[in-house]
C-alpha cells in the first residue's frame, strides 16, 4: 500500500435486497380491517394520513377514526386534489408538515385516494429521511388496479408527466371495491380501460370476461367489481414481480400509453386519462396490424369491448402531424423515436426478434394507423 | 371469485434485488482513467457531469474535456457551491436544466465535487425519472472517505440537515488521491476527522498508523494520502456492505456524530463538520467512559491523536444545557432520547446486551461527559 500508484479497488457488495415483497389485499369491507392489517405490515410508532381535500368528508375522516380507535397515533394531512397539485411544491410541503409534527424515521405514510394521492403521498414517503414505509389504500378503480401495484412513485413538473419520483414499493396495498361504488360513471370507466388493457395484453378469457360483464360492471354490482379488481390487480403483480424496475417486460404495461401520453398533451390535459388510453389502444392495436405484427381484426375487437364499457371509439384530433411530433418529443423515449408496446393477438403482447418487449414502428406506418383508429369514427 | 366478501391476497414479490455492487477505486491519477472506467461501469447515452462552481475551474473543465475526448456525449451543469445551497431548490432546478437538455432514461449523472455535490447530484439522479445511475467523483478527503461511499443521497431543509433524501447506491466511486493536494489544511484537517473516526471505531493498528503519520498526511505526501483514504474506504466498504440500509450496525459509523450536529446546530454550521466530530468523539468517548462502557483512557487516547493531526480538543460551548436541549430535538432521533454509538476501546465497538449498535446514555452523564471533554479544554 505504500507504493505510489498502487492504491485500491474495493467491491462494494448489497448482500441484503433492500424492496420487499407485500401483500395486495382485495375485498369487500378490506377497509374495516385498515388498523390491524397496517399495524402488521407498516409497524410505526406515528402515521401520516395522506388526503386530497375532495375525499376528507367521503373516506378520509372516517379511516382516520378507525384508525386512530385501532390505537394507531395518526395525523391526517390534507392536500388540493387534483392532478395540477401532483407537484414538487405539494410534495414539499407535505414532508415539511410532517417534520414539523416531529415525525421521525420511525413514522408510515398512508396514501388515501386516487392516482394522485399514491403517486404523491407514495413520493413524500420514498424521500422522507431517506425513505419510510407507505400503505396505499387507493379509492379509484384506476388507482386500484394501476398505480397502487408496482411501487412507482412521482410527480409531474412543467416538462411533463411523473418525471421526478422513485421506485418505492408500499409495505401493503388495500382495495376495498364497495369504496368504488361512490365512484362517478366517468371515474369508474376511466379504470375500467385500463382493465381492458390487462386483459388485452396477457388474459383472452378476462378480456371477454369484461365484455361480456360491462353491464354490471357500470351498474357498480358488488361481487362482478371485486372480480373485476382482483382479477386485474393480479396480472399487475405478476408482471411487476418479473420486472420490478421496469427493465424490460414491465414495457407491456404500456400498451396504448405512447398514444394516450400524446392525446392526453395535445388536448392539455383535458381528456380523461382512461379514455386517452381506450383510443391509444386503438390506434396502436392498428399500427400492430399495419406493420405485421399483430393479428388483423384485433383492432375491432378491442373496440367491440370499448363500446360496451362506453369507452370512445373515437376521437377529433385535428392534426395527426401535430400529434406524431408530441410523440417524438416524449421526453421518456429512447433518442427521439417512439417505441410502442404491441400485442400478438388478444391476450398475448408481442416481443421482437431481439427479445425487446417494445417496437419501434415506422412513421408512415403510425401516421396510417392514427387515422384508421381515431380519425371520424370509422372503426364502430 | 363470485362469493361476495371472499377477494383476493396476492403477495408481490420482488425477485431481483434492485441494489447492486460497486467498485470504489481509490489510486493516485485514476481520474486520468475516468471515460473508460465510467463507460463500463454506467454506460449511456448522455451524461450530465454536476459540479459546484468553485471547482469548475480547478477540476470541472479537465474532466469534462477528458470525458468527452474519451467519446462521452456530457453536458456540464454549474451550482452555487456550499452547504447553503444543498437544498430542494437547487435540486429542482438542476433536474429541470437536465429536462430541458432532453436527457433522458438512458442517461447518467456524475458527481464532482465535495459532500454537498455527492448527496445533491446523488438526490438528482436517484429521483430523475424514477432513478438513473450516478458515479462519485469525491475531491475531498471527507467526500471520500465517507459521503461517496455507501449510497446516502439527500439535501437540507430549514428543519434540519439531510432531512429529505434516498439510499441511491453509485455506479463506481473514484477517489484521485492527488485532487487532495489541492484543498486547503482546513480542508483536509476537516476529513481527518472522518478517519481518526474509522480507526477508533474499528481498527485500533490504522487509528496508531494515523497518530504516526499525521506530519506527511499533513504535509500531503502522496504515497501516505493514498494509504489513507485506501484504509478509510475499505472500512467504510465493510461497515455499508454489512448494512446498506442502516438498520443496524451502520450506526456505529455515527460514533461522535450525535454531539457533533448539535455543536453545528449551535454554532449555526459556521463550525466545520469534521472539527465537529473530533470534538463530538471526545464527548461521547467520555460518555461511554462515564457510564461503565468505554474503557478508561480512550477519549485521553484519541484526544492525543486528534491534538497531532491539528484538530481541535476544546471547544467553548457556551451553555452545556442549551447543547443538550439540541440533542433531545434531534429529528432523526428515536421518541426525544438521544441514543449514541460507543466505543468498546480504541478499534472496537461497543454493542449493547440486547444486540443495539447504540446506547441510551442518561441525561446526568452525557451533561457530565460535556463540560469534560469540552469545557475549558482540561482535556490536553
Chains 1, 2 share one sequence.
Not at 367489481?225 to 424496475?245: F, G, H, Q, T, Y
Not at 382512461?274 to 405484427?293: H, I, T
Request: net charge negative; proline share 5%; with cysteine.
Amino acid at each position: 500500500m505504500n507504493d505510489p500508484g498502487v492504491g485500491l479497488n474495493v467491491r462494494v457488495d448489497m448482500p441484503a435486497p433492500p424492496m420487499h415483497g407485500y401483500d395486495v389485499v382485495v375485498g369487500a369491507g378490506a377497509l374495516d380491517g385498515l388498523a390491524t392489517r397496517v399495524r402488521q405490515a407498516a409497524p410505526a410508532e406515528r402515521y401520516a394520513l395522506i388526503v386530497p381535500g375532495d375525499i376528507v368528508g367521503l373516506h378520509g375522516a372516517r379511516v382516520l377514526s378507525q384508525l386512530r380507535d385501532g390505537g394507531l397515533v395518526v395525523d391526517m394531512l390534507e392536500f388540493a386534489a387534483g392532478e395540477a397539485h401532483k407537484t414538487r411544491a405539494v410534495w414539499a410541503s407535505l414532508t415539511d408538515r410532517m417534520l414539523e409534527l416531529g415525525l421521525g424515521r420511525d413514522s408510515a405514510v398512508i396514501a388515501l385516494g386516487g392516482g394522485v394521492a399514491g403517486d404523491l403521498a407514495g413520493f413524500v414517503a420514498a424521500t422522507y429521511m431517506r425513505g419510510i414505509p407507505v400503505v396505499q389504500v387507493p379509492t379509484t378503480l384506476l388507482a386500484m388496479i394501476d398505480a397502487a401495484v408496482g411501487g412507482k412513485t412521482g410527480v409531474d413538473t412543467e416538462a411533463g408527466k411523473n418525471l421526478v419520483g422513485s421506485f418505492h414499493p408500499p409495505r401493503l396495498v388495500i382495495a376495498d371495491p364497495l369504496v368504488l361504488r361512490t365512484l362517478s360513471p366517468d371515474e369508474l370507466r376511466g379504470g375500467l380501460a385500463e382493465a381492458v388493457k390487462h386483459g388485452a395484453i396477457l388474459d383472452a378469457d378476462y378480456f371477454a370476461w369484461i365484455a361480456g360483464n360491462a353491464a354490471a360492471i357500470l351498474e357498480l354490482d358488488a361481487p362482478v367489481l371485486e372480480e373485476l379488481v382482483s382479477r386485474s390487480v393480479r396480472i399487475k403483480a405478476d408482471v411487476v414481480m418479473e420486472d420490478p424496475l421496469e427493465a424490460g417486460r414491465r414495457a407491456v404495461l404500456n400498451f396504448g400509453h405512447t398514444v394516450a401520453h400524446a392525446l392526453e398533451l395535445q388536448a392539455g390535459y383535458r381528456l380523461r386519462h382512461g379514455y386517452a388510453v381506450a383510443l391509444g389502444m386503438l390506434a396502436e392495436a392498428a399500427a400492430g396490424e399495419g406493420c405485421g405484427v399483430t393479428e388483423g381484426g384485433t383492432m375491432e375487437r378491442i373496440a367491440e369491448t370499448l363500446h360496451r364499457c362506453e369507452l370512445p371509439t373515437s376521437h377529433d384530433i385535428g392534426s395527426v402531424d401535430g400529434l406524431l411530433s408530441i410523440m417524438r418529443l416524449d421526453k421518456k423515449a429512447r433518442r427521439t423515436r417512439p417505441r410502442l408496446a404491441l400485442l400478438e393477438r388478444i391476450g398475448v403482447c408481442a416481443r421482437d426478434p431481439a427479445g425487446s418487449w417494445t417496437f419501434e414502428v415506422p412513421e408512415a406506418d403510425l401516421t396510417a394507423a392514427v387515422r384508421r383508429a381515431l380519425h371520424g369514427g370509422e372503426v364502430v
